[in-house]
């Protein structure tokens, strides 16, 4: 085997990773027995891990709602690197192939995991017993991470570490919530909210063929948006953003990143008759819909959960194409609690980075 990105047998006996021992405490980084690698795995040196908001919900003790205690736990979901090793069975990866780890693990065998939508397994949900990585399972804020050679995309070498990384959630929202909304060259696409979401999702609506409106209240935003290739922005935060969206015209498609309620109650005035709302944005405060609103104009509002190794894979093709890149910050895997701590203060732009190698 080619052991070129393989630490010598005395090295690997142990890692560096960011820990969360338990939630509502400090990250640790410290010493931990490297992954095991099975037949099917690939063992990933990892390059770049992304930072998600949902990290920030994991330290601050959101799987304990939900019935889960993983811990201590390995975050981090946007994982990027060099396969470092492959199991006996792995064909079709080699040592030193650049890939991006797929993190939402289905069972494989249901309707869903069949049609490749493993992002909503059912026999996960009915067994209580979701599958990712750096939620429940361990991720990527350490120097290596094993994972089924199947879930291991592969990079294109145009796009480098720290720009991928991001893809694999933020990008990958952005993108599956408009191809599930049937985001069709020439409609209006709207953005509500530009951040570490929103960004992304301005480049990839222009590239699908879209004119673009991006909406924020933020004016160093609207300027940034701007930059990325909105057509037209809005400066708007709560209701009123609706209302000035269908001054402008209306949207064929809301994209919301947005938890605030308001706003998104208000962007469904800004849908076109047949238009679309989706979200994509996690909170469970309750949104006041009247039913008249959706079928007077047969509006529809959806979710979207994520995207599935398809959709991954065509995003990377779509951003090595019109060279698609979030805006980033990079971290130590030793800064890991300052880059959360950025994250949580709003500060970072726009999505933050940890480099474990």
């Known amino acids: 085997m080619n052991r070129r990105f393989l630490k010598n047998q005395k090295e690997r ?109 059912i026999t996960n949900s009915r067994t209580h017993n979701i599958r990712h990585a750096g939620v429940t399972l361990p991720g990527g804020y350490a120097e290596y991470f094993t994972v089924a050679a199947d879930y291991a995309i592969p990079l294109p070498d145009a796009i480098e570490f720290v720009d991928a990384a991001p893809f694999l959630c933020a990008g990958l929202t952005m993108y599956a919530g408009f191809k599930n909304a049937a985001l069709r060259p020439g409609q209006r696409a709207a953005i509500l909210g530009i951040g570490g979401l929103g960004h992304l999702a301005i480049p990839i609506a222009k590239a699908m063929g879209a004119e673009v409106i991006a ?82 104009y047969e509006k529809r509002i959806i979710g979207s959960l994520i995207g599935t190794r398809l959709d991954f894979q065509e995003l990377l093709h779509l951003a090595a194409q019109h060279n698609i890149r979030p805006m980033t910050e990079c971290y130590a895997l030793d800064d890991v609690n300052t880059a959360h701590a950025r994250l949580r203060e709003g500060k970072v732009r726009y999505r933050a980075v940890l480099t474990p190698n």
């Not at 396969?83 to 040592?95: D, F, M, Y």
């Not at 209240?217 to 400066?235: F, V, Y």
């Open 215 to 296: 909406i924020t209240s933020t004016e160093s935003k609207q300027t940034t948006a701007k930059q990325l290739g909105a057509d037209h922005t809005i400066n708007g935060a709560g209701a009123e953003a609706g209302s000035k969206l269908l001054a402008m015209g209306g949207a064929d498609v809301v994209l919301s990143t947005t938890l605030n309620t308001e706003a998104i109650n208000g962007a469904i005035h800004g849908l076109l008759p047949q238009g679309t709302l989706v979200l994509t944005a996690l909170t469970a405060d309750p949104l006041p819909i009247i039913p008249v609103q959706l079928l007077a």
């Open 13 to 121: 006996e142990i890692m560096k990773a960011a820990v969360l021992e338990q939630a509502q405490n400090p990250i640790v980084v410290k010493n931990v027995p490297d992954p095991s690698v099975g037949v099917n795995d690939v063992l990933i040196k990892v390059r770049a891990c992304g930072v998600c908001h949902t990290d920030l919900h994991i330290v601050d003790g959101m799987l304990a709602a939900f019935g889960y205690d993983p811990f201590p736990l390995i975050m981090g979901h946007e994982i990027v690197g060099e396969v470092a090793q492959v199991g006996s069975e792995v064909t079709h990866l080699k040592p030193g192939d650049r890939v991006g780890a797929y993190w939402q693990f289905g069972c494989g065998h249901c309707h869903y995991c069949r049609s490749g939508k493993e992002q909503t397994c």
